[in-house]
T-cell receptor, first 110, second 114 residues
């Protein structure tokens, strides 16, 4: 079945630095979704990418969908303490089930 | 609009018992999906309901079941509880279906099986 892999599993970042988390699928995706889950909270929908090579920005967050629609990335610039949490990517398989990656858990050193 | 609500928020049960969890989606959302989240397995898809019909099902045993009512509210039931069923159960709603559009999650029900 379709699998979505995320790396790294953990990201320890100094406040003010940039980082990137990557998402790879074993199959071509019709779309990729990104979610953020704060500690003790629930996943919150951030964005959906649909087109090959699509790039979308939300303030300091930049989301990219690969040309082959099998990978995606989330880049955060000038990390702040509010960026703490786990970031998940999710993509639908051929069976239309949404498969979530294991997530990248981000901690920030002030 | 009010967000997705789930009840109860916390539940403690013993092995062998059964449990019913409830989810009220965002008004106008017809798709409701259920997920199990554990530290070891991450977010695992349980099932999706759309207009009272189960549209998709994950790889969980038959002890896990669900249903959706005409007002789009959904319930999931777990029978003969096992220790491994301890998890955060999340419900998510969307307009047309979680695989094609973003999902909006509720706060979850934390189930502990003793």
């Amino acid at each position: 079945g379709q699998q979505v892999m995320q790396i790294p599993q953990y990201q320890h970042v100094q406040e003010g630095e940039d980082f990137t988390t990557y998402c790879n699928s074993s199959t071509t995706l019709s779309n990729i979704q990104w979610y953020k889950q704060r500690p003790g909270g629930h996943p919150v929908f951030l964005i959906q990418l649909v087109k090959s090579g699509e790039v979308k920005k939300q303030k300091r967050l930049t989301f990219q969908f690969g040309e082959a629609k099998k990978n995606s990335s989330l880049h955060i610039t000038a990390t702040q303490t509010t960026d703490v949490g786990t970031y998940f990517c999710a993509g639908p398989g051929n069976d239309y089930k949404l498969s979530f990656g294991a997530g990248t858990t981000v901690t920030v050193r002030a | 609009k009010a967000g997705v609500t789930q009840t109860p928020r916390y539940l403690i049960k013993t092995r062998g018992q059964q449990v019913t969890l409830s989810c009220s989606p965002i008004s106008g959302h017809r798709s409701v999906s259920w997920y199990q989240q554990t530290p070891g397995q991450g977010l695992q898809f349980l099932f999706e309901y759309f207009s009272e019909t189960q549209r998709n099902k994950g790889n969980f045993p038959g002890r896990f079941s669900g249903r959706q009512f005409s007002n789009s509210r959904s319930e999931m039931n777990v029978s003969t509880l096992e220790l491994g069923d301890s998890a955060l159960y999340l419900c998510a709603s969307s307009l047309s279906g979680g695989s094609g559009s973003g999902q909006f999650f509720g706060p979850g029900t934390r189930l502990t099986v003793l």
